[in-house]
C-alpha cells in the first residue's frame, strides 16, 4: 500500500465520525434554535467529532475491524448524549 492509499485508508475511517457529528449538531441547532442560541454549532460538532473517533477506535480494537453495524451504532448513541451533555446538560457553560 503506497502513501496514497495510506491517506485515503485514514480520510475513510475518519469520515463517518466527522460527518455523523457535523450532521448531528446542524439538526440539533435546528431543532432546538432558542435554547441552543448560545452555544456554537462548532463546538457542538467539535466534541461529537471527538467522541465518535473515540468509538471507532474502541470499537476497531473491540471487534479488530472496521465498520460494525454494532460500532456505528455506539457510535450514534454517543454523538446524542455528548450533544445533550453540551447543549442541555451540564457541560453547556
Do not use: Q, S
Request: hydrophobic letters at 60%.
Amino acid at each position: 500500500m503506497g502513501p496514497l492509499d495510506a491517506l485515503w485508508h485514514l480520510l475513510n475511517f475518519l469520515l463517518p465520525a466527522a460527518g455523523v457529528a457535523a450532521l448531528a449538531a446542524a439538526a440539533a441547532k435546528l431543532l432546538w434554535r432558542r435554547e441552543l442560541k448560545p452555544v456554537p454549532w462548532f463546538r457542538l460538532a467539535r466534541d461529537a467529532a471527538l467522541a465518535n473517533l473515540a468509538v471507532l477506535l474502541a470499537g476497531l480494537v473491540l471487534t479488530r475491524h472496521d465498520g460494525r453495524i454494532v460500532t456505528y451504532g455506539a457510535m450514534v448513541l454517543v454523538c446524542a448524549l455528548v450533544l445533550w451533555w453540551r447543549g442541555f446538560g451540564p457541560g453547556r457553560r
